[in-house]
């Protein structure tokens, strides 16, 4: 027997989904609490799914739940377009664009300046990890993102953007600074300036340096690279950055060859109508990278 698909509670839900909290998305949806529970727990017998659990004080979306929440943000746009196509209006959504603080700080920037300029829709910013930017785009929550990727997915679309080398920071009048390149044995003994050891470019640094048999000391951990160069100049050790980064005055680089290039890539979403002014973005940002 067909399932008969309620797509205004769909739609609800998922108001829901980005708000977590049953009294914040009813007043987005301007209805009572009540009925936006009622709602929602019809919704999930007619589908026959539960579409989040309690743990704890704490709500979290089902893997069912995530589908019908990533259903229902596509849905709310593509009636946001037709209203705005039907009255001959601009644009009144916004792009959402997700990138790490890197990509902002460093590869973004003209791309962003000329969109803001020649759009007429406005334009939204996420600042997420790299695993952060793949959720949002997987859930619907951001229509373009750039990150850094080793592979790419499969359930999204990517195109390479750029590639930039990673490279050695210093005082000027460190050890190493009188060379042009280093090797990873140079660094024998160093202390780093790192980030967190879950973040994938220590992960990345760490199996390099074992692999070719350094020892080296973590001098601070630090996340992000303007903070990383920050502790460089400070004194507290040298870094591995990447070669885009803006180097604080005093400071040098070096290159360091054996490690890889990164990556970065222009990721959307592969499936679902795509605005103009989504395109308009995401063409900007493969011009000016």
């Known amino acids: 027997m067909p399932v008969s698909i309620n797509f205004d509670a769909i739609q609800s839900f998922a108001v829901f989904a980005d ?34 659990r ?28 037709l209203l705005q196509e039907l009255l ?24 962003i300046r000329e969109f803001l300029r020649k759009s007429v829709a406005p334009l939204r910013l996420l ?11 997987r859930s619907g929550k951001a229509h ?3 990150a850094a990727l080793e592979s790419t997915p499969s359930d999204l679309n990517a195109s390479l953007l750029c590639k930039v080398d990673q ?20 660094l024998s003994g160093s202390r780093l300036v790192v980030p967190p050891p879950d973040r994938p470019h220590r992960q990345m640094l760490s199996a390099a340096l074992q ?37 604080p005055r005093g400071l040098v680089t070096r290159s360091l060859p054996e490690l890889p290039k990164v990556r970065y890539y222009l990721v959307r979403r592969d499936r679902g109508p795509r605005s103009g002014a989504q395109h308009e973005l995401a063409e900007l940002i493969s011009r000016h990278s």
């Not at 727990?41 to 539960?50: F, I, K, T, W």
């Not at 001959?88 to 791309?111: C, K, N, Q, T």
């Not at 020892?215 to 690279?225: F, K, N, P, R």
Request: proline share 4%; with cysteine; hydrophobic share 45%.
């Open 144 to 146: 373009v993102g750039v």
């Open 211 to 247: 692999s070719a048999g350094v020892d080296w000391e973590v001098a601070v951990e630090a996340s992000g690279w303007e903070l990383m160069l920050h502790f460089v100049k400070l004194g507290m050790g040298i870094a591995v950055v990447n070669s885009v980064c803006s180097i």
């Open 54 to 81: 309690k743990i704890g004080r704490r709500l979290e979306l089902t893997e069912q739940g995530e589908i019908v929440a990533r259903f229902g943000r596509q849905l709310r746009e593509n009636a946001d377009d």
């Open 88 to 111: 001959g209006a601009g644009p009144l959504r916004p792009v959402v664009l997700a990138a790490g603080e890197g990509a902002f700080l460093y590869i973004l920037g003209p791309a």
């Open 19 to 52: 708000k977590l909290n049953f009294t914040h998305a009813a007043e987005e949806l301007h209805i009572s609490q009540p009925a936006l529970h009622m709602k929602i727990q019809e919704l999930s017998a007619s589908l026959g799914v539960p579409l989040y």
């Open 167 to 186: 490279v050695v920071a210093m005082p000027q009048d460190h050890a190493l600074s009188s060379r042009r390149r280093l090797s990873l044995k140079d």
């Open 127 to 137: 600042t997420l990890d790299r695993d952060g930017v793949m959720d949002a785009l």
